[in-house]
T-cell receptor
Framework: KQEVTQIPAALSVPEGENLVLNCSFT??????LQWFRQDPGKGLTSLLL?????REQTSGRLNASLDKSSGRSTLYIAASQPGDSATYLC???????????FGEGTQLTVNP | SAVISQKPSRDICQRGTSLTIQCQVD?????MFWYRQQPGQSLTLIAT?????????ESGFVIDKFPISRPNLTFSTLTVSNMSPEDSSIYLC??????????FGPGTRLTVL
């Protein structure tokens, strides 16, 4: 059974700092990995999707990497801003069209 | 990307009653997924709804408690039946794109008293 773990559970940083969020998964036979952002009480916003054959994806100040063999992904946020404060979730999909298995999330607070 | 809407956005219900949540997608999709997020926890899949067939439920979830309808390729409903305070959660519907990117609706925040 696939298990996804995110470290740290919570992170508080000053504005402008670069930071890294970690995600690990137990079964490396994944189809893709997706990073989401969730604001309190809201739905999920897709940030980045990495297919199993890819090593990284970038969108603006966000960069996500994937090391399938070691079962790890990182989300790098450059020059953090207070508006980045949210919970960040990673999730893996094991086959095309299948469900996602989610980690517990990292709650990020960026202080002005 | 898919645009997904859910109704209601939130509700407060009494124990023992039922609530039906609607999910509308702006494009035709084969599969729709219903997730639950209990307070302070991550998302758990309730069931997968295919148009024209019975929904497939995950372990721990049953049709009598969470009946699902899927009348067409853009719409689905999830009913939370005979509610108890333990059903207080955010309920989210989700669809996948042709590239297997998953998109989520804004969620329905349910509080059961």
């Amino acid at each position: 059974k696939q298990e996804v773990t995110q470290i740290p559970a919570a992170l508080s940083v000053p504005e402008g700092e670069n930071l890294v969020l970690n995600c690990s998964f137990t079964d490396s036979a994944i189809y893709n990995l997706q990073w989401f952002r969730q604001d309190p009480g809201k739905g999920l916003t897709s940030l980045l999707l990495i297919q199993s054959s890819q090593r990284e994806q970038t969108s603006g100040r966000l960069n996500a990497s994937l090391d399938k063999s070691s079962g790890r992904s990182t989300l790098y946020i450059a020059a953090s801003q207070p508006g980045d404060s949210a919970t960040y979730l990673c999730a893996v999909k094991e086959t095309s069209g299948s469900r996602l298995t989610f980690g517990e999330g990292t709650q990020l607070t960026v202080n002005p | 990307s898919a645009v997904i809407s859910q109704k209601p956005s939130r509700d407060i219900c009494q124990r023992g009653t039922s609530l039906t949540i609607q999910c509308q997608v702006d494009s035709q999709v084969t599969m729709m997924f219903w997730y639950r997020q209990q307070p302070g926890q991550s998302l758990t899949l309730i069931a997968t709804a295919n148009q024209g067939s019975e929904a497939t439920y995950e372990s721990g979830f049953v049709i009598d408690k969470f009946p699902i309808s899927r009348p067409n390729l853009t719409f689905s409903t999830l009913t939370v039946s005979n509610m108890s305070p333990e059903d207080s959660s955010i309920y989210l519907c989700s669809v996948g794109s042709v590239h297997n990117e998953q998109f989520f609706g804004p969620g329905t925040r349910l509080t059961v008293l």
